[in-house]
Nanobody, 123 residues
Framework: QLQLVESGGGLVQPGGSLRLSCVSPESTFWRYAIAWFRQAPGKEPEGISCISSDRDVHYELSVWGRLAISRDNDKNTVSLRMNNLKPEDTAVYYC?????????????????WGRGTQVTVSS
């Protein structure tokens, strides 16, 4: 797996937007699929989105239509744009990598996740 660092979290009002970033210093970044997970207090982790090395994208149904994932291999960055945020989106958001495709990305071990970035949706 890649070394990854998340950023971009913060406090936002319901209905607002945030853009999270996942950055790696490693030159092989382009080979990897990058997935986003989140974990809310007292809840199980949830895989919410993934982008493959070929830019195939996947979204969890719970966030369908509100998230947009993209990648810029020149900057070794995957971005997750989140729109129309709801209080139930409050969680720590993590990114993780696996080889090439998003196949079974939800099975990526939590040991391979980054340190996370906090997203709080509240008025």
């Amino acid at each position: 797996q890649l070394q990854l660092v998340e950023s971009g979290g913060g406090l936002v009002q319901p209905g607002g937007s945030l853009r999270l970033s996942c950055v790696s210093p490693e030159s092989t970044f382009w080979r990897y699929a990058i997935a986003w997970f989140r974990q809310a207090p007292g809840k199980e982790p949830e895989g919410i989105s993934c982008i493959s090395s070929d830019r195939d994208v996947h979204y969890e149904l719970s966030v369908w239509g509100r998230l947009a994932i993209s990648r810029d291999n020149d900057k070794n960055t995957v971005s997750l744009r989140m729109n129309n945020l709801k209080p139930e989106d409050t969680a720590v958001y993590y990114c993780a990598s696996q080889d090439n495709t998003c196949r079974r990305y939800k099975d990526i071990s939590k040991d391979a996740w980054g340190r996370g970035t906090q997203v709080t949706v509240s008025s």
